[in-house]
T-cell receptor, first 110, second 116 residues
Framework: AQRVTQPEKLLSVFKGAPVELKCNYSYSGSPELFWYVQYSRQRLQLLLRHISRESIKGFTADLNKGETSFHLKKPFAQEEDSAMYYCALTRIQGAQKLVFGQGTRLTINP | DAGVTQSPTHLIKTRGQQVTLRCSPKSGHDTVSWYQQALGQGPQFIFQYYEEEERQRGNFPDRFSGHQYPNYSSELNVNALLLGDSALYLC???????????????FGEGSRLTVL
């Protein structure tokens, strides 16, 4: 069964502190992993995908197949990072549906 | 480009009624997916339409049905509404790539359905 687990519903850190949003998954096969973000009063949008290996807005995420994790990290949090973050997975090749986690609400305190 | 547009933004129905939600994809996109997002939960995949056909379906009953038109716009229909159908319904569009791969999803703002 495909499942994405985000163990923290809420996460609060101070500006300038490091941020790590956890994501664990279960999937039989080779998945593609994503992080989606929803800022206040905006629509859900793609932040990054593991295949791209990019750093977006200072965020990075490494796929750890051994631990089946895809944690999102940023070394120095900024107030504009406050948002709802969703981890999601899909099947590589012929990918159709996204399976989302429950989301983590990140608050950056000044 | 207005991106993905959905209508209506909010609606209230009573149990047993039927509802139709509409979605216009981002310009240039040919694939539409629908998701249900209950309060406090992540989006759940309902189904995906490509070339006017349902290409894949999630774990939703037959009360949930859809349609895609030649201009790629799409509708989601829900019959015999239950209280548990109250949720935000998200439409996402994408471009089908070679090898059957789906490109990046672009989401609409959603239609919030309340069933009383």
């Amino acid at each position: 069964a495909q499942r994405v687990t985000q163990p923290e519903k809420l996460l609060s850190v101070f500006k300038g502190a490091p941020v790590e949003l956890k994501c664990n998954y279960s999937y039989s096969g080779s998945p593609e992993l994503f992080w989606y973000v929803q800022y206040s009063r905006q629509r859900l949008q793609l932040l990054l995908r593991h295949i791209s290996r990019e750093s977006i807005k200072g965020f990075t995420a490494d796929l750890n197949k051994g631990e089946t994790s895809f944690h999102l990290k940023k070394p120095f949090a900024q107030e504009e990072d406050s948002a709802m973050y969703y981890c999601a997975l899909t099947r590589i090749q012929g990918a159709q549906k996204l399976v989302f986690g429950q989301g983590t609400r990140l608050t950056i305190n000044p | 480009d207005a991106g993905v547009t959905q209508s209506p933004t909010h609606l209230i129905k009573t149990r047993g009624q039927q509802v139709t939600l509409r979605c216009s994809p981002k310009s240039g996109h040919d694939t539409v997916s629908w998701y249900q997002q209950a309060l406090g939960q992540g989006p759940q995949f309902i189904f995906q339409y490509y070339e006017e056909e349902e290409r894949q379906r999630g774990n939703f009953p037959d009360r949930f049905s859809g349609h895609q038109y030649p201009n790629y716009s799409s509708e989601l229909n829900v019959n015999a509404l239950l209280l548990g159908d109250s949720a935000l319904y998200l439409c996402a569009s994408s471009l089908a790539l070679a090898g059957g791969i789906t490109g990046e999803l672009f989401f609409g703002e959603g239609s919030r359905l309340t069933v009383l």
